[in-house]
């Protein structure tokens, strides 16, 4: 078709038209933002408002990243599901995809646009006061409290001290110069998430639904956070970079401040007594701790994040990112599986016996008698899954490879630079020979330069896994619907015991630590017991893999010792052909990662782009 | 085909569109360099100054533009010497970040092609009468001797430790696991309460693997900010087959 000249002018003028048209300034209302006279006239706006505030709470579950994934930050973030990206596997909790402690400076986290919109609902919502009944605007704002002072102890425990913004800040109504703040100290940043803890406290329901915090959380986030401010006060004054940022108070607290601040974790830890209490559903010990994890009704929760499939939907892959799939649908229906944790995770429960007094490895039977009929802890037993463990029905077959024969000692065995274990990079090779025997099972390891997607430390993580689900079809990514528990009876306990035994109270310490003890099936303590280092490993035990541990050998200032170009190990298990039997052997995790921890990273360097927006923020953290 | 006014018309519309986008950049490329020693202090000799790669570094800040710039730094290569050949002209405060030496003032220059700054230091320890000696046909016996330049306020002494390698690039971040860091000794003392003979400590290093010729140096680690080492110097060891 010949187009006619006019058409030609015709379309020119069109596409003109369009370049000119970004001119015009559109001054109309969008139709799809709600206005705050919609969203502020009744209780489902005020929900539409808060989901979102909660939907971007810096809650650590199951799909934080806590590098970031690119430049797209580390909380909430869309559709990730390699949740092997696990704190606890960038500092020896766990070993996985982190080629050593790579999380230290964290990902420029800084929320204060969520900041605002918290400071906007507390400003805003008085306004609308004549739309609601009774004394739900104390409550709300009282729940906006909780809010921010969860915002801010996601900033504090990352940075030391940033600038507390209490109100909303508008541009080009206040000048860039009034915009560009200052740090606050560190002790102010804390104290000041105590006081609105303690405005949320006062003001908040006792109740909430499913997701939303209720006074109880107030107080339990309060424990968490006091009792981290009372150990920066204390470890910080001994172990800490010098710098400006220090010598000017924007980090460290003075140590005579420690007291104070342990004194608030154990009284806002005692408000919670006889509402809340640590899950005792079933008789079986093992079964109990691993269902407090997935049944929403415990006693124990007091603020989850739920997951649910629908529309729209928020699901994650916990359940097909830390089983063995093995390449081949093993035990879940899709996704692999990439950090597993160390055997000096486990042997805080206890170190394991797998070597005879002359020091020859123990031969066993079968993989699970490692386990079964022991006096090993339950809790540990609910918290990681163990070789010759079933799941879905499948069982956890892991060897390393098979010996032809086997003599000597564990220690020379595993001091050799050369050894005769026959290994496999798949799970179909049979031992020459022996048709009827793979070399490294269902769920075994490969090679070291092999692939990383089964165990490289004989373990698999057992908590939050959803063994209720047997259909493996349905285990895979995105399908996982368990919610996180971000705030449990069970911390707020170790919390009260730790800032007890940190000041002194050691009769009120044991009790605590008794009750969590008893529900996990281990023994109890004696008043003799009562130190720094047991309530601590009780502390790695109980919240493993919880994403507490990073935080928690950051506060007390020990990562730097701990990962001092640290190595960790593994418990290997290997077939011995002739003999049919297993042995166990303690040598180094198969990826041979290195982990170190400069004392800079126990604060993160403020974000560049921040910095530069705002050279008051300067001095950046020590050594940075 | 036939172009017809209306095309060209709409192609220079387009390109004037477009040209808005383009800003002149008429500032210069970064054709200026700092290069340097690391001298031990009051002498011109590098010999002491045992570091190694990522030890320490030069830092630069630019305050041309800002009083509180983005610092880069520039790592001291192993044999004491530090360059950077692509820098923007300005005037810079540099200083020493990093390393186990006495601390000395930042220094503020402007920075030009060809610029040169020398640092003279000096070590928290000299780690000296160095050996090296093979006691069986796989087991390196290290001997090592420190002294104290100054002795009032030596950070406290973390540990000591071989570094072990198959290169001469050998020091923390540059040595093999199992000889080096499985061979640390923790000392946990401050400088004033070690003995002689914590002083002039034997390590041994076991199960070398014959036939190898591996390069040795010892560091001593310090509890400071970057719990950062002194170094010896290096010893080349051939290890019998």
């Not at chain 1, 002359?358 to 037993?381: A, F, H, K, Q, V």
């Not at chain 1, 499948?394 to 001091?415: H, M, N, Q, W």
């Not at chain 2, 002083?199 to 509890?223: A, E, H, Q």
């Not at chain 2, 080492?229 to 080349?236: A, F, H, K």
Request: charged content about 20%.
């Amino acid at each position: 078709m010949n187009m006619t000249r006019t058409n030609k002018l015709f379309a020119i003028i069109i596409m003109g038209a369009v370049v000119l048209s970004s001119c015009q300034k559109l001054d109309i209302k969008p139709p799809n933002v709600l206005s705050d006279d919609q969203l502020f006239s009744n209780e489902a706006g005020i929900e539409t408002y808060l989901a979102q505030v909660y939907r971007k709470l810096p809650i650590e579950d199951f799909t934080y990243r806590p590098a970031g994934r690119g430049s797209d930050g580390g909380f909430n973030l869309h559709h990730e599901w390699e949740h092997f990206y696990h704190a606890g596997g960038a500092c020896g909790e766990m070993v996985g995809p982190y080629g050593g402690m790579d999380i230290g400076g964290g990902f420029g986290y800084w929320p204060y646009g969520d900041i605002r919109d918290v400071n906007y609902f507390m400003e805003t919502l008085p306004k609308y006061a004549k739309n609601f009944a009774g004394n739900t605007v104390n409550e709300l704002i009282g729940e906006a409290h909780f809010l921010r002072a969860y915002y801010y102890f996601a900033l504090a425990k990352r940075y030391g001290g940033v600038p507390i913004i209490r109100n909303v800040q508008n541009y080009p109504q206040q000048s860039i110069e009034d915009l560009q703040v200052h740090r606050d100290k560190e002790e102010d940043l804390w104290n000041f998430i105590g006081d609105d803890l303690d405005s949320a406290w006062n003001a908040m329901p006792e109740t909430s639904v499913s997701g939303r915090a209720n006074k109880y959380a107030a107080a339990a986030l309060k424990s968490r956070a006091m009792l981290y401010a009372g150990s920066i006060a204390k470890y910080g004054s001994l172990n800490y970079v010098d710098g400006d940022a220090r010598a000017q108070g924007y980090v460290g607290i003075p140590a005579d401040k420690a007291a104070g601040f342990y004194q608030k974790a154990i009284d806002a830890a005692k408000l919670l007594d006889g509402k809340y209490s640590l899950y005792r559903k079933t008789a079986d010990k093992v079964i109990n701790f691993a269902d407090l994890f997935l049944d929403v009704q415990s006693p124990e929760n007091i603020l989850v994040r739920d997951f649910y499939g629908g529309e729209p939907e928020r699901m994650h892959s916990w359940d097909a990112t830390m089983s063995p799939n093995s390449g081949m649908n093993y035990m879940t229906g899709d996704g692999l599986s990439r950090c597993y944790p160390t055997l000096e995770t486990v042997e805080r429960y206890g170190v394991l016996n797998v070597t005879n007094p002359d020091g020859t490895p123990i031969r066993y039977n079968n993989l699970s008698d490692l386990w079964r009929g022991t006096n090993m802890e339950p809790r540990l037993l609910a918290t990681i899954y163990f070789p010759g463990e079933t799941l879905r029905g499948k069982l956890f077959d892991i060897r390393r490879g098979i010996y032809p024969s086997f003599s000597g000692t564990s220690a020379d065995e595993v001091a050799k630079t050369s050894r005769t274990f026959v290994p496999s990079g798949d799970h179909t090779t049979t031992y020459p020979g022996d048709p009827s025997m793979t070399i490294i099972g269902n769920a075994g390891m490969y090679p070291s330069s092999g692939s990383d997607d089964n165990t490289r430390t004989g373990f698999y993580v057992r908590k939050y896994i959803n063994y209720k689900e047997t259909d493996i079809k349905k285990i895979g990514l995105f399908s996982s619907t368990t919610h996180w528990i971000e705030l449990r009876y069970a911390e707020v306990l170790l919390n009260r015991a730790e800032a007890d035994i940190e000041t002194g109270q050691l009769d009120d310490a044991l009790v605590c630590l008794n009750d969590i003890r008893d529900r996990a099936g281990a023994s109890a303590l004696t008043l003799a017991d009562m130190t720094a280092d047991v309530v601590r490993n009780e502390r790695c035990k109980e919240l493993a893999f919880e994403n507490h541990y990073w935080w928690d050998i950051r506060r007390w200032r020990i990562a730097d010792v701990l990962l001092n170009n640290a190595r960790f190990h593994a418990l290997m298990p290997y077939y011995i052909h002739d003999e049919q039997k297993y042995i166990f052997l303690k040598e180094p995790e198969s990826f041979q990662r290195n982990y170190n921890f400069d004392k800079k990273f126990y604060y993160e360097p403020l974000p560049g782009g921040e910095l530069n927006k705002n050279p008051n923020l300067y001095p950046n953290n020590p050594n940075y | 085909m036939k172009i017809s006014i209306s095309t060209i018309v709409l192609a220079v519309s387009m390109l004037i569109a477009g040209s808005s986008c383009i800003k002149k950049d008429n500032y210069p490329g970064p054709n200026a360099s700092l290069q340097g020693n690391i001298f031990q202090d009051g002498t011109s000799s590098k010999d002491l100054v045992q570091t190694c790669t990522g030890n320490f570094s030069i830092r630069l800040e630019q305050l041309d533009w800002s009083s509180t710039p983005t610092p880069q730094d520039i790592p001291v290569k192993y044999d004491g010497t530090y360059e950077n050949s692509e820098l923007f002209a300005g005037h810079y405060r540099v200083s020493i970040k990093g390393g186990a030496f006495w601390p000395v003032a930042p220094q503020e220059m402007d920075i030009r092609m060809g610029s040169k700054l020398d640092f003279q230091l000096t070590p928290y320890l000299v780690l000296s009468g160095f050996t090296a000696d093979m006691v069986d046909s796989t087991t390196l016996s290290i001997h090592f001797d420190m002294q104290a330049p100054i002795d009032a306020g030596v950070p406290k002494v973390l540990e000591m430790q071989p570094f072990v390698n198959t290169t001469k690039i050998v020091g923390p971040g540059a040595s093999i696991f199992d000889f080096s860091d499985a061979n640390k000794v923790a000392v946990n003392k401050d400088w004033a309460n070690m003995s002689a003979s914590d002083k002039s400590p034997t390590i041994v290093v076991s199960n070398l693997i014959k036939g190898r010729t591996f390069f040795v140096r010892v560091g001593v680690r310090f509890d400071n900010d970057d719990k950062s080492y002194n170094l010896s110097d290096i010893i080349q060891i051939d290890v019998p087959k």
